[in-house]
């Protein structure tokens, strides 16, 4: 029978504490240890903690299976542990299953700290097209060799409030399709009474990734552009392109004055999560897939988080980013091998014990079905999901670029700069990817 989410996370690290002691204390052979790299602080509540008692869970299925193996878990930050795993291997220090970002992929090529996966897994063809079809996937795939196998599918919306449509004479069931629309909408909708600051529209712009990923992209793709160039391995941000999606997010802080400047503050959670489940905002743009629990546990939506057939929006929907391509940033966490674990096939085993669809049904992180198969299911053709799988279906990766990081960090500072300091959106791009491809370029 399959279990709820426990009250506390507790008693799961607990469990998973005593295995990691049964490793230190030597009373298994160490062939039978598995070291398992997460990205889930349960110490910081809300999503870190259901992701982190999913992991217990986990272990304490596949251990209870497998009495003959014991699971070290190791937690690292979320936006550290590909540059660990890369560290860890140059210095020696192995790992065995670890959770890795499609955006690295290309720079895990590059160090070969990650095992191909296809011989350890031997998979059908029916199997791997149950995967293959994830952005996720294909990042990590390259001259017939897989990194890392996608553990959910993490895609962008705009979630609004229905209800506030309804006040600002709104259809919440005709939700804004081009970029003109949500303007409107957002005019309509942010309102400054006396005890009451509703904001019509939020996008985040602070300095994680998530700027070039779920604002500036989008847009930029919507007016024909594109981040870098594969023929020529050069940043192109800049183009005329570049220059009107930033002047678009520009615009709706200073001329619509529909988005909050904080937004291009603080992290992706405290600008966008926070803020709209606090009622402060009646549109959030870049909604991610890892957050309908939220708006489950709000009472905002019913019996859509796990889903069933007969779930609905109640108070939040969603609807797909209205840009041209209605594209935003589809990729997901993969689960990979270290290149210097001493147990690949174990790790191998249990790896393949996580992506199954029983496995992943109740997994918080995983936003959205990796498997194609899933989607099949009664309880993903509500409305609801059906506008998450368009989006999904939409959805695009970063560029394959080793120095993805690089970039991003580029765009998110010149960013930074237009929307704090008013800078020119021109000058302030260009020089940022001047910068970039005078480091670079043709890598």
Known sequence: MKRGLRGTAWSGRIAAVVLVLSFVVGCEPADNVIKLAHIY???????????AAWI???????????????????????DQIDAKL????????????????PQWMAKHFVTGDLLDLMPLLN????????????????????DGKVLGVPN???TRVVCFRRDYFEEAGL??????????????????LTRREEGREVWGLAVYCGRERGTIELAFAPLLWHFGGKLWDEATGRATFASDAGIKAARFLHDLIYKHKVCPRWCATGTYDDMILEPFLNGRLAMAWGW???????????????????????GRAVVADVFVTPTAPQAQFTNAWTVSIHALSKNPQAAAALLDFLVQPEQLADFPDAGLPARKSMWARPEYQTPFYRSWRLAAEKGRSMPSTPHYNELADGVGAALQEILLQDTDVTATLKRAEDEYNARFAGV
Not at 67 to 77: A, M
Not at 171 to 188: C, F, G, Q, Y
Request: negative net charge; proline residues 9%; contains cysteine.
């Open 86 to 101: 890369m560290t860890d291997y140059r210095a020696g220090a192995a790992h065995d299953i670890a959770w890795t970002s």
């Open 41 to 51: 602080d349960p110490l910081a509540g809300g999503a870190n903690e259901a992701n």
């Open 152 to 154: 959910g599918v993490h």
């Open 288 to 310: 991610g897939s890892y957050w309908i629990e939220p708006l489950e546990q709000k009472g905002w939506i019913e019996g859509l988080f796990p889903p069933t057939p007969d």
């Open 56 to 78: 217990d869970r986990a272990v304490e299925r596949y251990c209870e299976m497998h009495p003959e193996v014991r699971i070290s878990l190791e937690q690292l930050k979320w």
């Open 171 to 188: 259809d919440p069931d005709s939700p804004p399709r081009t970029l003109d629309e949500v303007v409107d909408a957002a005019i309509k």
């Open 123 to 142: 998979w059908s063809a029916e199997e791997i097209g149950d995967f293959s079809w994830n952005p996720a996937w294909k990042a990590s795939e390259r």
